[in-house]
Nanobody, 116 residues
């Protein structure tokens, strides 16, 4: 069983930065692929970024490439999402997801609001 807790969301002006954290419980967290997803009001949840268990491979949605960076610290059971050059269209609830074999866990989400 893995529990995920996101933090770091908030209100920021366009062009600003935020760093989201996803803290996990469980001794096997380093085995999980971890991703960030987001859901804006009235829209479906969409993929943002993903990182493999070792942290050596990452993937990004085209909409965030060059602005967002995903990283992880397995010693701290934490995955980060550094978000720079934020835009109003980045406004959403951001969710952390951890997957390993048949296990699939989601956090409760953290709100990010970017004002213009």
């Amino acid at each position: 069983q893995v529990q995920l807790v996101e933090s770091g969301g908030g209100l920021v002006q366009a062009g600003g930065s935020l760093r989201l954290s996803c803290a996990a419980s469980g001794r096997t967290f380093s085995s999980y692929v971890v991703g960030w997803y987001r859901q804006a009001p009235g829209k479906e949840r969409e993929f943002v970024a993903r990182i493999n268990p070792s942290g050596g491979s990452t993937n990004y949605a085209d909409s965030v490439k060059g602005r967002f960076t995903i990283s992880r610290d397995n010693a701290k059971n934490t995955v980060y999402l550094q978000m720079n050059s934020l835009r109003p269209e980045d406004t959403a609830i951001y969710y952390c997801n951890a997957r390993w074999i048949t296990f699939d866990y989601w956090g409760q989400g953290t709100q990010v609001t970017v004002s213009s």
